[in-house]
């Protein structure tokens, strides 16, 4: 029988800080590298859009930078993410070539999807990152049919399947962790939490004070990133969050 977790796994301070120090200082070297990457990306981009040069929207994940990284350091180069509209950190923590990823944004050939896609729904097949969609809570339940495609194939991969606060409001967040949990896929949940969805917060819309709960109701393990501690709270991903459910609180 499964027994409905409720209690979360909050990272507390101290195992935080004992992770910094056990990490190789290659790898923190790597994942600053990656944060700053990502933050001197988007403010180029931002740059670019503001003077008209960046075709269709674009939506920047400044601010976030440390729940992409932090998570995508726990994978091996052969897992595999999907990820929303505010994907611009995950997909560089994945290892984008920066400089297709711009020519995509400015609408040119040599981008990702040649120039179509834009901004939201950069996808890099050989890195490893599946793409992303504008429409909110879009890739959760295609996250789930990549899950059991893993499964049916006896694969050891893992996917990580990224959305907002704002889509745990639609119903195929719910339908798809259900399945997800029901069949245990190999697949893990990220919340990244920045408490809005547009300009709305999230306690006009939610009469709950964490999102997390309702994967618990699923029956899925949970674990918190509280704020700033992302990077070094999700460094123990792969080994031990298969399946879970992440609430990135940024
Ligand atoms: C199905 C659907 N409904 C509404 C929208 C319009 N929309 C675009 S972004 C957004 C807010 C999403 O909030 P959240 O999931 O928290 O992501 P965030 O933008 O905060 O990263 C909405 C409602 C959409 N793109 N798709
Ligand atoms: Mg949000």
Known sequence: MTVLKTKDDEISVSSSERLLEELPRERLAWMLQRMCEIRYFEEKAE????????????????????????????????????????????????????????????????????????????????????????????????????????????????????????????????????MASTWKLPVVFICDNNQYGMSMHMSKVMNIEKISIRAASYGIPIFIAPPKKSMTGNTNARSNASRKFWLMRL
């Open 47 to 178: 740059d670019l859009y503001i003077r008209g040069l960046v075709h269709g929207t674009m939506h920047l994940s400044i601010g976030q930078e440390a729940g992409s990284v932090g998570s995508i350091a726990t994978l091996r180069p052969d897992d595999l993410i999907i990820h929303h509209h505010r994907g611009h950190g995950h997909t560089i923590a994945k290892g984008a070539d920066l400089t297709i990823m711009m020519a995509e944004f400015l609408g040119r050939e040599t981008g990702f999807c040649r120039g179509r896609g834009g901004s939201m729904h950069i996808a890099d097949i050989a890195g490893g990152n599946l793409g992303a969609t504008g429409v909110v809570g879009g890739g959760i339940p295609t996250a789930v049919g990549i899950a059991l495609a893993l499964q049916m194939h006896r694969s050891d991969q893992i996917l990580l399947s990224y959305f907002g606060d704002g889509a745990t409001n639609e119903g195929e967040f719910h339908e798809s962790l259900n």
